[in-house]
């Protein structure tokens, strides 16, 4: 382009009233800064994955664990049957003693030595 100093551009060529006839502005908004842009989609499968690692990270815990929940169940279990027994294991005891209780008496009275009974 042909310009003066002034930043005009003649209209006709040729002339001396050429550069005073005219305005030339070239608006020019670049920015040389470069972008990029970046989308990231999330569907199902990167909610499984993410489920899948929160997995592999929960179950060693749990496996090391787990021995010990199955002792304490087992001891729990243990508790509440000796309790639920109990009151019979008594009763079935009490009977056998009253059942037995002369039987027993006698046979205690055979084998102790006489010099006990001498004394009393």
Do not use: W
């Not at 010990?68 to 729990?76: D, P, R, T």
Request: hydrophobic content about 40%.
């Amino acid at each position: 382009m042909n310009q003066d100093v002034n930043g005009r551009v003649p209209i006709h060529e040729g002339g001396e009233d050429d550069y005073e006839s005219s305005d030339v502005i070239v608006m020019i908004d670049y920015e040389f800064t470069e972008r990029n842009y970046i989308i990231n989609y999330f569907g199902y499968m990167d909610i499984l994955s993410k489920i899948g690692g929160i997995s592999a990270s929960i179950s060693p815990v749990l496996g090391f664990c787990a021995p010990a929940f199955i002792l304490f169940y087992l001891h729990s279990l243990s508790q509440i049957i000796i309790q639920k027994h109990k009151v019979k294991y008594q009763e079935e005891v009490n009977q056998i003693y009253k059942d037995y209780k002369q039987f027993l008496l006698n046979s205690v009275l055979l084998e102790l030595p006489n010099e006990l009974f001498d004394s009393v």
